[in-house]
C-alpha cells in the first residue's frame, strides 16, 4: 500500500512541477493598433480570442510585438508565420539576441500584406525557442469613415435636397 501512495505522490509531483509549469510558460502577444486619427492602442491576442484588427495604413500591415519572455540563452530563434484568408502572407526567422532574462521584441509585417474590403480570418504563429504558439483574429484593411465625415456628407446632402424641393414648389 505504501509503495502504491508513493507510486502516486511521485506522479503527481512530475506533473506539478514538470508536465504543468510548460503550459504556464506562454508569452504575450499584442498588435498595434492605429485609428485613421493616429491613436495607438495595443490590442492583446489570446490563443482563443478572434479580436478584430483594422489596418489604416498605406501599405497594410501588423505591428506584433511580445514585450517580454523568458530566456536562458543570448541567441534565440524566433519564426513568424502570417496567414490571411487561408494564404501566406508572410514567413519570418531570424535570431535575437539578448542577455538571458526577460527579452521582448516588436515584429512588423508589411511585406505583400493585401487589402480586404470585408473582414477576413488571420492567424499568426510565433516560436520563440521552439515553442510556438497560435493566435486566431479578423483582418480588415477597409476604413471606416470618421463621424464627423459623415456628418458633413449627411448636412451636403440633406442641403442638396432642401434645394431641389425649394425649386420645384416655386
Not at 61 to 90: I, R
Not at 106 to 121: A, C, Q, S
Amino acid at each position: 500500500m505504501e509503495r502504491r501512495a508513493m507510486k502516486l505522490f511521485t506522479l503527481a509531483a512530475v506533473l506539478l512541477f514538470a508536465v504543468l509549469p510548460a503550459f504556464a510558460d506562454s508569452f504575450n502577444v499584442f498588435v498595434l493598433q492605429i485609428a485613421p486619427d493616429g491613436d495607438r492602442t495595443q490590442i492583446q491576442l489570446t490563443p482563443n480570442g478572434n479580436p478584430l484588427l483594422h489596418s489604416t495604413e498605406h501599405p497594410p500591415g501588423l505591428e506584433f510585438s511580445v514585450p517580454s519572455f523568458e530566456t536562458n540563452t543570448s541567441e534565440n530563434a524566433v519564426s513568424a508565420t502570417l496567414t490571411l484568408a487561408g494564404q501566406l502572407v508572410e514567413d519570418d526567422e531570424f535570431t535575437l539576441d539578448c542577455q538571458p532574462g526577460p527579452c521582448g521584441f516588436v515584429l512588423i509585417m508589411n511585406n505583400g500584406v493585401p487589402f480586404f474590403t470585408e473582414p477576413v480570418n488571420g492567424v499568426v504563429t510565433l516560436t520563440i525557442n521552439g515553442q510556438a504558439e497560435t493566435f486566431n483574429f479578423r483582418y480588415s484593411t477597409a476604413t471606416t469613415p470618421e463621424p464627423a465625415s459623415l456628418l458633413l456628407f449627411g448636412t451636403g446632402l440633406a442641403a442638396v435636397v432642401w434645394r431641389k424641393r425649394r425649386r420645384a414648389s416655386a
